[in-house]
């Protein structure tokens, strides 16, 4: 929308906006491009008989401090703020995603908690109902996007939950070894299931086209991969070689 192309890009294309359900972020590199973008967007909302909620609308302005630089839509000016939650992921102003599933074991303890609940309430006693509820409910809460963070040490702190549930269920102690709870349920670590999802998204970023945005963010790995930079393509490589 704007006239300089200043949006940053991903191989060679450049990303001005992303789409997702009625959600939109606007991605500009240079903060005069943002103001752009915006006043573009207010213009085809007028055009088009939509309307965008200011309040829930928030600025994020990576590696750069600026506490005086203001956007503004529809003349109210835009929260700025240093964090922000976009599909259960937790962005922050520094390019660091080390701490973007820092709420996920919270999250998992309290889908546990409210798991253990009802099925006390329902009086659930079938071993079998009970891991499948934990599989649907509080697994995919805890391994949520665990195809790009599975190499963190943030995991540890997931299997902790893991391991208590399971060691809840069977009614054993809390020093128990592992290797016994896995035996007697014939299942395997939480490790195992989040690698196993990062390799099945492994298989398909490295067999779609290059012409795909995924295909893009796969060139941009490799190219930070040979650079010798910390990025999720070094450490698949480092799990599969």
């Known amino acids: 929308m704007a ?61 750069f401090v600026d506490p005086c630089q203001e956007f503004v839509f529809e003349g109210d000016i835009i929260e700025r703020v240093q964090t922000f939650k976009y599909l259960g992921i937790l962005f922050e102003t520094t390019p660091n995603l080390d701490n973007a599933m820092e709420h996920l074991p919270a999250a998992s303890r309290r ?8 099925c006390a309430e329902l009086r659930i006693m079938d071993v079998k109902l009970h891991c499948d509820l934990f599989n649907t409910l509080v697994r995919s809460t805890a391994s949520y996007a665990c195809e790009v963070w599975v190499d963190s040490k943030k995991i540890e702190v997931i299997k902790v939950v893991y391991r208590g549930f399971l060691k809840s269920l069977l009614g054993v102690q809390k020093t128990t070894k592992m290797s016994i709870v896995l035996a007697e349920f014939c299942k395997l670590p939480f490790e195992h299931f ?48």
Request: hydrophobic share 50%; glycine share 4%; aromatic share 10%.
């Open 3 to 63: 006239e300089k192309c200043d949006a940053p890009t991903l191989s060679d294309v450049h990303v001005w906006l992303m789409f997702f359900a009625d959600d939109l972020v606007l991605t500009l590199e240079l903060k005069v491009g943002l103001q752009q973008q915006l006043d573009a967007l207010q213009q085809l909302c007028v055009e088009r008989g939509l309307t965008v909620n200011v309040k829930k609308t928030k600025v994020m302005v990576f590696n």
């Open 111 to 118: 889908s546990l908690f409210a798991l253990n609940h009802h």
């Open 194 to 241: 989040a690698w196993g999802q990062a390799l099945l998204y492994y298989n398909r970023v490295s067999t779609i086209t290059k012409y795909h945005i995924l295909g893009k963010a796969r060139e941009a790995q490799l190219v930070m991969l040979v650079a010798g930079k910390k990025c999720w393509a070094r450490s698949m490589k480092k799990w599969l070689f």
